[in-house]
């Protein structure tokens, strides 16, 4: 069944997150910086979990305006800072990836090639645990958080995912998802972004 987690499945999500969604730069900062950025996602934008049983399964986050979310995360919770630059200290390489991250929404929109604005509203981030994929899970979560979207009359939104990611774009093709356009975030690496209009 999908619900609202609470503040205290932040540590699961964040797990679930570092395991198999392991290509994003997000989760090469670590689990201490998952688990406040869910704790977050949980308070002041939207998550949605499955359980079977006690055992959560699957979730999908959501924010209504992904433009500066990782800035608004960042000044709301300042421990957050010490976490990134201890990995950046390790890392240094990871800052760039910072950077663009945070730029990303305007800078989709800067290289928009048509009249199409992008809707404010992002899906982040969808996972399913590996024993429970081709269950049907990824669908059920994402038709509970576009039932929390008309609630608060949202009529469409965007989701990116990575071109090389070929099992999550025919997802989001599958499900009813519209190619949008195709544009560079992270380096030279491509990423597609995806409309949906909620019916």
């Known amino acids: 069944m999908t619900e609202r987690p609470k503040k205290s499945d932040a540590g699961i999500l964040a797990v679930m997150h570092k395991e198999n969604i392991n290509q994003g730069f997000l989760s090469s900062l670590g689990k201490p910086f998952l688990r406040s950025l869910y704790i977050y996602l949980i308070k002041k934008e939207l998550v949605i979990i499955y359980r079977d049983g006690t055992l959560i399964t699957g979730f999908i986050s959501f924010s209504y305006d992904s433009s500066g979310i990782i800035k608004r995360f ?38 928009s090639l048509s009249a199409e604005i992008f809707p404010p509203g992002e899906l982040l981030s969808i996972t399913v645990d590996p024993k429970y994929q081709k269950s049907g899970t990824g669908t059920i979560l ?30 989001y093709l599958k499900n009813g998802f519209r190619l949008s356009r195709t544009i560079n975030i992270h380096g030279e690496s491509l990423s597609n972004i995806y409309i949906k209009n909620i019916l």
């Open 74 to 111: 960042i000044f709301s919770r300042p421990q957050v800072i010490f976490t990134i630059m201890f990995s950046l200290i390790k890392r240094p390489i990871l800052i760039r990836s910072v950077f663009e991250t945070m730029k990303a929404p305007r800078k989709s929109n800067e290289q």
């Open 142 to 171: 994402l038709n509970a958080l576009e039932e929390e979207l008309k609630i608060s009359c949202i009529k469409s939104y965007k989701v990116v995912a990575g071109k090389i990611l070929v099992g999550a774009n025919n997802f």
